[in-house]
């Protein structure tokens, strides 16, 4: 369900001939957060279940956001 989402928005959203050019961009962020986030790492059941709850609350706000934006 994730990845024909996905597919469908890019082509709507952002055309061909600069889409290289953005995602490029957007690596940068996504780079920068990726390597802080795994040095925020602990160990323990506690930790994993808020990180759990913390993705779901995003996918659940961001679900609800591009409903919003669908819907218009």
Do not use: Q
């Not at 795994?38 to 679900?63: H, Q």
């Amino acid at each position: 369900m994730y990845w024909p989402s996905v597919g469908y928005l890019k082509g709507r959203f952002i055309d061909d001939g600069i889409r290289a050019r953005v995602y490029g961009m957007l690596r940068i962020p996504l780079n920068a957060f990726v390597v802080v986030a795994l040095s925020l790492i602990k160990e323990g059941d506690d930790y994993r279940n808020l990180v759990f709850v913390t993705c779901s609350g995003m996918l659940v706000a961001v679900s609800g956001i591009f409903h919003h934006i669908l819907s218009e």
